[in-house]
């Protein structure tokens, strides 16, 4: 089974992730602007290449997770991270507020019909994660998921822990590589963020009402996240929190993290048995002789 790899930002498994000890900002002796640039150029080029032997040796698939506040940077990490994968071997999923139809099935349920095939990399930009982060921070939410004999808060919380905890060890199982990366901005920074979405005009379309009657909430999802990466950490699952106050360290780091990942997975071109090399060289006679 798969095993995390190691980082200064890797969710310990033991239960004692303490948020205000995560850092939000890159280290002192971090790489400059130009040296990131060129790190993420390389990783996803290594990435791409590592994306092609995933699809052909078939075993394994890859399910990255990205969770985080308002403004912290998700899509754009996304898209940098993923810029040099081949379209066909990958697949990204955003999960907003659930759907009638979603409400009416358990809180996986959505999210378990989106699961990459082995081969494919998925991403999830926010995840049945939501079900422990923003149902945990507005309750009332709970009232029109139906559930029968609802028990008290803390009893119910836990219980979605555990089914999320048996879930991945599930997938992990089976042969999905998962990484969860919770990009850890700062509340400075995001009030910074949103600043420039209401200031310039080209980003006002970024900029909801919502986001900022949310942002009085901080310490409540603050909490939140400590308890859901404390609970569902796992060596087959990690939370990965990464500073996100800087874009271009983020996004380098998140692009290394998966790129070390793969390569501990021995993933390798499928071998051609001695009868099929018979074969083909039958074939390549056959159109080097044609006219």
Known sequence: ???????????????????????TKPPANAPNKRELKAQLKTA???????QEILYAHDKHSVLLVFQAMDAAGKDGTIRAVLS????????????????????DHDFLWRTSKAMPERGRIGVFNRSYYEEVLVVRVHPEYLAGQNIPDQPAPAELFAGRYQSIRDHEAHLARNGTVILKFWLNVSKQE???????????????????????????????YMDAYQNA???????WAPWYAVPADDKRFMRATVSDLIVRSLKQLDLRYPSVRAKDKARFEEMRQLLENEK
Do not use: H
């Not at 080029?45 to 590592?50: G, T």
């Open 1 to 23: 089974m798969f095993k995390a790899v190691a980082s200064p930002y890797l969710v310990p498994f033991n239960g004692r992730f303490r948020l205000p000890k995560a850092p």
């Open 190 to 220: 995001q009030r910074q963020r949103f600043l420039s979405r209401l200031n310039e005009p080209e980003k006002n379309w970024k900029f909801s009402a919502g986001d900022v009657a949310e942002r009085q909430l901080w310490d409540k």
């Open 229 to 235: 990466l404390n609970e569902t950490s796992r060596s």
């Open 44 to 50: 996803t080029e290594e990435l791409s290449d590592l």
């Open 84 to 103: 040099g994968i081949n379209p066909a071997g990958c697949q990204v999923y955003s999960f907003k507020q659930p759907s009638p139809e979603e409400l």
